[in-house]
């Protein structure tokens, strides 16, 4: 029998959408989502559901869509999911469930992600939420970050009677989701309606409290019978190499949070600036470094190279991006390595000194390794640099808490309940791993549920 | 919370001085923090050092300088700021140093200059001298908003020496490390003026701690914007600073990166002001 093939996403024209930050994917519509469910093989033992960190039910979620039950489709991926509109479009899906599908070996796997955004967004034009009345049960639980982890670990807690309060540093909630991926991955409408769930079911959200700063640790020791500290890995990580100190060198972060939280793209409407030149240079190939490309592409950059120094095939972004940002320009420059910048006697950046790689062995990842070749190297001229190297746990809390145990490199340290060397305190998300994903970190924000549920009731 | 501003008054032509209800930030405020203030919804987040904090207000100096500066130089006691955060920032120690000395020549400074002061002055074993620098007597701040009352020495000087002594901040500094002993010296205020005032102290051999005022995002460490380079490392002057060793700081690298935005600025000023024209 011949394999049909996926029901094509209608996305935005490229040309088009390098020009404003509204979403690529246009969504599928009812009758296409039906059909693209309809392609589900309901497998007697659903390796897709494998595949997937929070457990989704995929398999019936699918089944209830190709019948058109779209309510109840959505209410069963509340079930395990605080935030399918979010996770539908920004999960490593090649990676984890589709990656799974018996269909994948044909290269048509069923698009779960779009299907689990089409059932979200379909129950919030239809306005349904998900009516949990929670029983109280007197507990109290602070969250410190407003990010998956936290999201998923104050509506499972929440769902159990748990008084919860989640604080935040900036002001506006949802970590990464928020200030990190851009409006047309994730538009910024389906972030509030996914938040405005939380406020919903009574999860407490307080903005511009930074815990350690004007929050006290201690108090929230003494106020609350449990704590769960999910701060995120924000801090960018440097080359430390000459030149960094060069005007027109930024971190992925500095250019994001300015883009996506500050929203620079409609200055001088909106107050923060943002400098981005002709020739951008964005070093690294994960998400971020997609992000930060396509950002820049859309802030009106002519030529926009992806600085790599392995191929993209090792790439850690998921495949949709780095063909979305392919199909937008972004020209991949792989296999070197940068050395230095050099910048005018202004201070501004001018150019990048590259150095190129070939592969000798594998790492600890499994990826082959990347060696500079002596003697290779040479210069691209540049006006912007991108460091999108990945980021480090944020030390804002961890030096204001010094008891907190901690590894060298920043992560904080946790039992296998996720609980901290202080009792009752717990912690998650990137804080704790350095950094990973939308999903891993939800499925680490439910599992410390759990456990802070055990401590709450011993 | 509703950040009202409760008084507004000119300090000179340049400066104002503002209290805005903040009685989170007040209640942790220590001498050195900052705040972070975003005026509207679609507003920066911008940094200011905190002079004082009483109740639930704080105090901040402001310069007007550019479009949020000015802006909200238009507002009036009532009005409310959207947001007021912090207090951010790690402080040098209050501790006993002996005669220390703070020196400003800038509205930041001065601020600082004066919450320093007042702390510095309570502990036992300091002994506080602090030098304020203005243009020209039109320049000087009211009495009350000056450190004289929070120092045990108090300096004043302008630069024409219309009123106190002639001349900078550091020329008076420079004085006084040449006529006694001086164990440690705080400044704020002009980046290029501080990287001179570090590089005279060094000279007499005296400690000092300066404020490296760089462009911040969050606020919280995790952009970078703020990075500074002190003996080669990489500090981040909102959550590490934003005091620092004077003289261990790459000087060149801050002046520079602090003028980054310049022409990003100087657009939003024309805009505001074709805004304001408008409404006129
Ligand atoms: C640009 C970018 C693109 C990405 N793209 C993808 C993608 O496509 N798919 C994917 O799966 N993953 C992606 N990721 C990774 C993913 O976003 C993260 O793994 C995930 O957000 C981690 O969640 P978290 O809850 O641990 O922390 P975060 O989302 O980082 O949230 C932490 C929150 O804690 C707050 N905080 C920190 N300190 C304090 C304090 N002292 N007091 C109060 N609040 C504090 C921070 O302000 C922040 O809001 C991307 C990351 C980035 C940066
Ligand atoms: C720790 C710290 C404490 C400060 N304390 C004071 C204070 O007490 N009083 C005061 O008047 N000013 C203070 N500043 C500077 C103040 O933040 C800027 O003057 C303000 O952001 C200018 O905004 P604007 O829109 O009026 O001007 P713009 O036209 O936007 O900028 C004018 C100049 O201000 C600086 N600046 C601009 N944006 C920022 C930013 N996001 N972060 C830091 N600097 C920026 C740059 O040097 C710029 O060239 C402080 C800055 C820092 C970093
Ligand atoms: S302002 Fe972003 S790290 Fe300091």
Redesign the interface.
Known sequence: MAIQERIPMREQDPEVRITNFLSVPLGYSAEEAVAEAKRCLQCKVPLCETGCPVRMDIKDIINLIADEKFEEAFLLSKKDNAVPAMTGRVCPQEDQCEGKCVLDKTGQPINIGKLFAFVADWARDNELMDETTPQENGKKVAIVGSGPASITCAVDLRKLGCHVTIFE???MAGGVLQ?GIPAFRLPRDVVDYELSYLEKIGVDIQ????VG????FEELKKDYDAIYLATGA???R?L?CEGE????V??A??FL??VN???AY??????????CGNKVGVIGCGNVAMDSARCAKRLGAKEVYILYRRTKQCAPARAEEIHHAEEEGIIFKEMISPCRMLGNE??WVTGIEMVKTEFKGTDKSGRPRPVNIEGSEFIMEVDTIINALGTTP???FL?NVPELETHSWGGIKVDDNFMTNIPGVFAGGDALSGGSTVIEAMGNGRDAAESINKYLNK | MKHTITRKEDLNAADYVIDVIAP??A??FRPGNFAVL?T?S????IPMSIEKAEGDKITMYIKRLG??SRELDTWNVGDALY??????G?PPPLKKYGTVVFASDLVCGHAENNAMCRELKKIEGNHVISIQSFPTKEDVYPEKERAKKDADEYILATGDGSVGRKGHMIDVLQELLEERKIDMVFAGGDIPALQKLSELTKKYNVPVMTTVRQIM??A??????C?V?IDGE?KLAC?DGPMFDGHKV?WE?AI??L???K???A??ME??NEKMKAVV
């Not at chain 1, 903005?207 to 930074?210: A, S």
């Not at chain 1, 409609?266 to 400098?275: C, E, G, L, N, Q």
């Open positions: 540093a900036l002001h200030y903005l511009n409290q930074v700063q004007n929050v006290d924000g801090a960018p440097f430390n100190k060069l005007k027109g930024y971190s972060n500095e949070i300015r939280l500050m929203k409609k200055f001088p409407s909106w107050d923060t600036p943002i400098f202004d201070g944020n030390r804002l030096s | 989170k930030v209640k942790k975003i509207r679609n507003g920066e987040r479009k949020t947001k007021v955060i912090g207090p951010m790690t995002v969050d919280t460490g995790m952009c970078g914007s990075r380079f990489q959550i790459d690298a520079s990166r003028a980054m935005f022409g990003k600025e657009e939003a805009c505001y």
